[in-house]
């Protein structure tokens, strides 16, 4: 009978069969009370098909509605100073990233200038060959036979 419930409860919850779903604060609350009364496994995995969620978003969620994000309560002192704790902290990770790539961007600059002079001076006219390594070099004559010095019968 409590399988009946469960199945009546979760036709009335919201379907999105998107890929990138969004629920609302109170649509996310209905589910995890119809998630809460149905207790078994194959129940729950029921649920999750017919929903078209997974439980790591229902355990996400359930971890939300523990941590108090989902109440209608005020925002106390101790929740702005966590958040600005948080904020400045993440403020620091970009400033540090930040500076670690206008060094490289600086680097990358400064390679870029040298290789642009190297580029420039191997385009120069290399200096002119003194004459005399343009002139062709001598051969040797071939030496003349001389006929006195040969017999013939």
């Known amino acids: 009978m409590l399988n009946m419930d469960i199945d009546a409860e979760a036709a009335k919850l919201p379907h999105k069969f998107t890929l990138k779903q969004r629920f609302t604060i109170r649509e996310k609350l209905q589910i995890l009370d119809v998630w809460d009364r149905a207790g078994e496994i194959g129940m729950k995995s029921a649920l999750l098909r017919r929903l078209g969620l997974e439980m790591r978003i229902v355990n996400k969620w359930n971890q939300a509605r523990r941590e108090g994000k989902y109440d209608n309560r005020p925002v106390t002192p101790e929740d702005l100073a966590d958040e600005i704790a948080r904020l400045q902290k993440h403020n620091a ?61």
Do not use: H, I, W, Y
């Not at 680097?107 to 390594?133: I, V």
């Open 93 to 153: 990770k970009l400033q540090a990233q930040l500076d670690r790539s206008e060094s490289a961007v600086e680097a990358l600059g400064k390679a870029s200038e040298l290789l642009t002079a190297l580029a420039k001076s191997s385009q120069r006219e290399p200096a002119p060959a003194p004459p005399a390594l343009l002139m062709p070099p001598k051969r040797p004559r071939p030496a003349k036979r001389s006929s006195s010095t040969s017999s013939r019968p």
